[in-house]
């Protein structure tokens, strides 16, 4: 039997899209840490999400996000941002690390790079990523060393936390821990959410800082 949780407000992309420029920082802080914290629950079981995005995140009536949509079993077929790649099949080009796209090399850390594009498209409210780029100019953006610009009004933390999810080296990336860690700091202590990431999470990983 599988078990269906009714979610309010549906998918998160939607969700903000309808929403734009309702919320403060903190409640998209709250929003993203309760992503993080189900992304940190799978990591812990041993699962690799491998379509980790906004439209697969379901909101409630009381703005919890829940990771939906896990473990990717099928081909996407059917998704319109999904494109072949050079190893066969299809993926979401745009919300996939480039090791994946290129040698279908998931982990939490490509999960990782997918949580930064999520965190990317909570900030500004369901954007598309990278925009009307062609997916093999995302692609190629990517790999000369592109990365998406803050969203407008987004905290330089949140965005260097971004950045550091997008690593090239994925063992450079931070794991969900660290992720949950700091954006709990943030919620704590919203001052902080002007104070470079490097600067709050220094004691917790070294993995961050590498």
């Not at 996000?65 to 494109?83: M, Q, T, Y």
């Not at 997918?114 to 598309?128: D, H, L, N």
């Not at 821990?177 to 954006?183: G, M």
Request: hydrophobic share 40%; net charge negative.
């Amino acid at each position: 039997m599988i078990v269906v949780e009714y979610m309010e407000n549906g998918s998160l992309d939607s969700f903000l899209r309808k929403h734009d420029g309702h919320f403060t920082v903190i409640q998209l802080v709250g929003m993203l840490r309760g992503i993080a914290s189900g992304m940190k629950y799978l990591s812990d079981m041993g699962y690799v999400h491998r379509d980790l995005a906004a439209r697969n995140i379901l909101v409630n009536s009381n703005l919890v996000c829940k990771v939906s949509d896990f473990g990717l079993s099928r081909v996407l077929e059917d998704e319109p941002e999904a494109a072949y790649t050079t190893t066969g099949g299809k993926i979401p080009i745009r919300w996939t690390a480039p090791e994946a796209i290129a040698y279908r090399k998931f982990s939490s850390a490509s999960d990782a790079w997918s949580y930064g594009i999520v965190m990317w498209e909570v900030m500004s409210y369901g954007e598309r990523p990278y925009w009307e780029m062609s997916n093999q100019d995302v692609i190629l953006s990517i790999e000369e060393g592109y990365r998406l610009p803050a969203p407008m009004g987004c905290p330089a933390s949140l965005h260097q936390l971004m950045l550091h999810c997008w690593q090239k080296e994925r063992n450079h990336r931070p794991k969900f821990t660290d992720i949950v860690s700091f954006l709990d700091k943030l919620i704590r202590n919203p001052g902080a959410l002007h104070t470079l990431v490097e600067d709050i999470l220094v004691s917790n990983h070294e993995s961050f800082c590498c």
